[in-house]
């Protein structure tokens, strides 16, 4: 992932609709006319993306959630790079001060 990726918040794209499952949750999007089922952690993934926070602040908040033994920095850096090639998300820049 670039540097300049790593820097930037992710945010949900405009338009989708959301569908939990037992099983996942349905990325629906009606623009484009297509679905995605995301696994939970990609699911955990696309809903920390809210704009504020960065692929670093995001792992924080999934280690914790997950209890990881390991650090999962490389492993959300490869699902945002698919939630964006998907779409679903999209790097924002950092807002700085108020």
Do not use: W
Not at 78 to 94: I, S, Y
Request: proline share 6%; net charge negative.
């Amino acid at each position: 992932m670039s540097q300049r990726l790593m820097s930037s918040a992710y945010m949900q794209a405009f338009g989708l609709d959301r569908h939990e499952l037992p099983d996942g949750t349905v990325i629906a999007d009606l623009a484009r006319g297509k679905a995605h089922l995301l696994n939970p952690t990609a699911a955990a993934v696309f809903e920390l993306c809210d704009g504020t926070r960065d692929a670093e602040e995001i792992a924080q908040v999934l280690a914790r959630l997950f209890h990881a033994a390991e650090p999962v920095e490389e492993e959300v850096e490869a699902c945002l790079d698919k939630l964006c090639q998907l779409g679903l998300v999209e790097p924002v820049p950092r807002k700085t001060g108020p």
